[in-house]
Structures are given as C-alpha cells and as structure tokens.
C-alpha cells in the first residue's frame, strides 16, 4: 500500500498558511508551516517523550513524602502540558483523565498514596493510547479530497436537498485520499444513486415502492419517460431547456451504472487510483449540475 493508508491519528499541513521553520509547533493552534514530515515526526516524538518524564518527576516527589510533594505551580505545569498534549492528540478521555489527577492533586484530602496510583493508571493509559497509534501522510494532492471533496471537485457544497449525495462523496473523497480506491468508487457510485432518488421526487415520480427501494434501472427508466412528456408540451424556451438539462443529466447517470456502479457493487472489479480519480471527477460534475438545476 502507498502513503495513502488508513491511520487512527492524521496530522495536516497547509503551505498557503506557511509559516516559518524556526516557529513551527505542531501542537499550536495553527499547526501550519514549511516543515520537512521528518520534522513533523521529530516534533511529535519530543513533545510524546514528555509526557511520561513529567509524570515520573511528579510521582517520586508524592512517593518521598510532603517534603518533596509538588506544589500547586508545578502540578499544573507539569500535567498542564500532559493534559494539553492529550487534548491536541484528540486523546479526550486521556485528558480528562489528567484533569481529574490535577483537581484531586490540590485536594486537601487526597493522600499521597491515591496521587501516586492515580499518576500510574495515566502513565500506563497513555502508554497504551501511543502504542496504538497510527500516523498517515497523506500526499499532497489528495489533501482537498480528504477535507472536502464536495468543494473540491464540484467548487462549492451541493443543494441541501442533495445533502446524502454530498456526504457520500465526501467519504468517497476520504477513501481515495487513504488509497482505498474501490472503497471511493463504491462511494461515489452511492452518490450518484442518492441523487437519483432526488431527481425522480423533483420530477414528481411515483413508484409502488418508496423511491429509495428501487433500483438504478428502474430510477433512470422512469426519468427518461419524462422526457417524451416534455416533447409533447408545446414549444418555449423552458420547455426547451427542461429537455436539455434533464438529457445532460441522464446522460452521466446510466452511464455510471454501466461502467463503474454494477461492477464495483457486484465485486466484479477492484480499482486503481487513477481509475478511482476519474470516477470522482465525472461523478463531481454531474453532481454539480445537477446541484445548480434542482
């Protein structure tokens, strides 16, 4: 598998938001800069190293008695950063996990016995939390298309009656991003058919069966026969362009069915990147018109 895999922890960089390399910090609220990805990992593995070293510091000062004790200042930088760290992970629980040491350390009636156990339990969760995960670099090119393939390939959001097609695209977008190339067909191939759905209920379409139960053929029959309706209704220029939009639309559609959506939802055939991309490219201007003609 490529650079493109599937991973539990995702770190992203924007150039256009660059800033210089001697100010880079991924762990601030702009975590953007011109930063070689071997920086980024040197970064991430210093500020991951501090975590436990701030824990011990604190756990032998409650394991040598109220003399050695941290003091309120030193609790909270110390697991203020674990806490911080935690949080710009997206580790949640691990944070709150921290929180609730940090409120029991400055409790009058905590022993120093529960502090140090409680400190342990962190240790050990977070050293299970970084043992699992996962980073993926995701290559430049398919940034868009892991944050918003909507926007990317269509130029804007869709009409919000469209908006399961939409979310099916975005996860198709998502898939390819992380290599996943028939996963994105697949995807992309559910948008297309959502939107049939759409299409047939803008039309006034009915069915013995709710829309959403029948299938591709079915939907894309039933459409075309508005077509010969349309014909017969006298000449205008809506008329006119009714007949043009609806062609233009149907046209992409049973096609789709054709060439990708039978095969990949029948197994018949695994994609590649490049065949993937296609597919999301014509899929995005069809969605984009039809977006802009409903």
Not at 97 to 105: E, N, P, W
Not at 118 to 138: F, M, P, T, W, Y
Not at 247 to 252: D, G, Q, R, T, V
Request: charged share 25%; hydrophobic share 40%; proline share 4%.
């Amino acid at each position: 598998m490529s650079s493109r895999a599937i991973a539990t922890t995702i770190f992203e960089f924007d150039a256009s938001q660059a800033a210089p390399l001697d100010r880079f910090c991924p762990w601030q609220e702009s975590p953007y800069g011109l930063v070689d990805p071997r920086t980024m990992i040197e970064a991430l593995v210093e500020d991951l190293t501090k975590i436990c070293p701030n824990l011990d510091e604190l756990r032998l000062g409650w394991i040598f008695g109220k003399q050695t004790a941290p003091g309120i200042e030193e609790l909270e930088l110390k697991l203020g950063a674990v806490i911080s760290i935690c949080h710009t992970l997206g580790w949640k629980d691990l944070a709150n996990q921290g929180l609730r040491l940090l409120d029991k350390s400055k409790s009058a009636d905590s022993s120093l016995e529960q502090l140090k156990a409680l400190g342990a339990d962190l240790r050990e969760a977070i050293n299970e939390k970084v043992g699992s995960v996962v980073v993926a670099v995701i290559e430049e090119p398919d940034t868009a298309l892991f944050k918003d393939a909507t926007r990317h390939l269509c130029g804007t959001s869709l009409h919000r009656d469209l908006a399961v097609s939409e979310g099916e695209f975005n996860l198709a977008g998502r898939a390819l991003a992380f290599g996943l190339s028939t996963a994105a067909v697949y995807h992309s191939m559910r948008s297309v058919e959502a939107s049939l759905h759409v299409l047939a209920k803008k039309l006034g379409i009915t069915f013995t069966a709710p829309v959403e139960l029948q299938d591709w053929a079915n939907l894309t029959g039933k459409i075309k026969t508005e077509i010969p309706i349309l014909e017969k209704q006298p000449r205008s220029k809506y008329r006119s362009e009714e007949l043009k939009c609806l062609s233009a639309l149907l046209l992409p559609a049973d096609c789709f069915r054709l060439v990708w959506r039978n095969h990949v939802a029948h197994a018949r055939e695994s994609y590649e990147y490049e065949e993937a991309r296609k597919a999301l490219t014509y899929v995005g201007d069809y969605l984009r018109d039809l977006s802009a003609t409903i």
